[in-house]
């Protein structure tokens, strides 16, 4: 069984700019959250998605946006991007709320 | 939020085990306990889950107090492979998937 799969893995943008992650869950789960994860603050969850509804978000503003689709699949969007924004991006897939979460590997992302 | 307390870091040998604390004294009556590691450069990996009595699985144990203010991870044979950071998270049960990462304890394993 494939893993979490996430794209792209690593992505350098400006400040300003605003970029678009990728999440594939693992076939047949549900559910899909997105962590951030730095240096100074650790792993912060930022959203949870479940049939396609966010059920859960974190403390971010809200220039920090998601969705997901009808097979399950999720995209993050941030906008404006600010410098602080560089972190590791991790997506988490479960069959169901509170099951275990696996986690994919991440996308590096980097602000200039 | 309830929040858990954890070393920042553990030592151990290989092949011996290892016991990683985790204190929550604030937990309420509908708080999962959950286990996550981390190895270097990849994504966190469940590792255990429990709400009230002890659970075993192929990767650890979950020893969970009686009054549950406190748990224990409990690793039986540690191999290099066990070196990372070790979070102890506290789950309400209608918080979905939300989980709150602390610091974790950083576990290193001698050979």
């Known amino acids: 069984k494939a893993g979490v799969t996430q794209t792209p893995r690593y992505l350098i943008k400006t400040r300003g700019q605003q970029v678009t992650l990728s999440c594939s869950p693992i076939?047949?789960?549900?559910?899909v959250s997105w962590y951030q994860q730095t240096p100074g603050q650790g792993l912060q969850f930022l959203f949870e998605y479940f049939s396609e509804t966010q059920r859960n978000k974190g403390n971010f503003p809200g220039r920090f946006s998601g969705r997901q689709f009808s097979n399950s699949r999720s995209e993050m969007n941030v906008s404006t991007l600010e410098l602080g924004d560089s972190a590791l991006y991790l997506c988490?897939?479960?069959?169901?709320?509170?099951?275990?979460?696996?986690f994919g590997p991440g996308t590096r992302l980097t602000v200039t | 939020d309830a929040k858990t307390t954890q070393p920042n870091s553990m030592e151990s040998n290989e092949e011996e085990p290892v016991h990683l604390p985790c204190n929550h004294s604030t937990i309420s009556g509908t708080d999962y306990i959950h286990w996550y590691r981390q190895l270097p450069s990849q994504g966190p990996e469940y590792v255990i889950h429990g709400l009230t009595s002890n659970v075993n699985n192929r990767m650890a144990s979950l020893a969970i107090a009686e009054d549950r203010k406190s748990s224990t991870l409990i690793l039986h044979r540690a191999t290099l492979r066990d070196a990372a950071v070790y979070y102890c998270i506290l789950r309400r049960d209608n918080a979905g998937n939300m989980l709150t990462f602390g610091g974790g304890t950083r576990l290193m394993v001698k050979p």
């Open positions: 076939s047949g789960h549900r559910s």
């Open positions: 988490a897939s479960s069959r169901s709320r509170g099951a275990e979460q696996y």
